[in-house]
Nanobody
């Protein structure tokens, strides 16, 4: 019902910054809570950040709080993840997700997923 496409990943040194972008299509974007998750090889998918439908409420994993910021522009059907002070442990494939009935920290709460974008943090 909704298609999500992530971009903005790449290679950055520890302490650097990246901005991930997720563009949605196929349904009214403002009807969905949005989240960012990440998964490193051999690890389970973990929550990173989430935003309510209007972007007025947000939530963050403790591991990224104070460093990452989620935001959205419903007029552009776009959600962003600004990542600052990146650490090697942030290296993973990052996924954009949409929740039709709410938003939160659990992957099972989300209905649609993007293809992912690779974030590599290395010196």
């Amino acid at each position: 019902q909704v298609q999500l496409v992530e971009s903005g990943g790449g290679l950055v040194q520890p302490g650097g910054s990246l901005r991930l972008i997720c563009v949605a299509s196929g349904r009214t974007f403002s009807a969905y809570g949005m989240g960012w998750f990440r998964q490193a090889p051999g690890n389970e998918r973990e929550f990173v950040a989430a935003s309510s439908r209007r972007g007025q409420s947000t939530a963050y994993a403790e591991s990224v709080k104070g460093r990452f910021t989620i935001s959205r522009d419903n007029a552009k059907n776009t959600v962003y993840l600004q990542m600052n002070s990146l650490k090697p442990e942030d290296m993973a494939v990052y996924y954009c997700a949409a929740a039709g009935t709410g938003w939160g920290t659990r992957a099972v709460d989300y209905d649609y997923w993007g293809q992912g974008t690779q974030v590599t943090v290395s010196s």
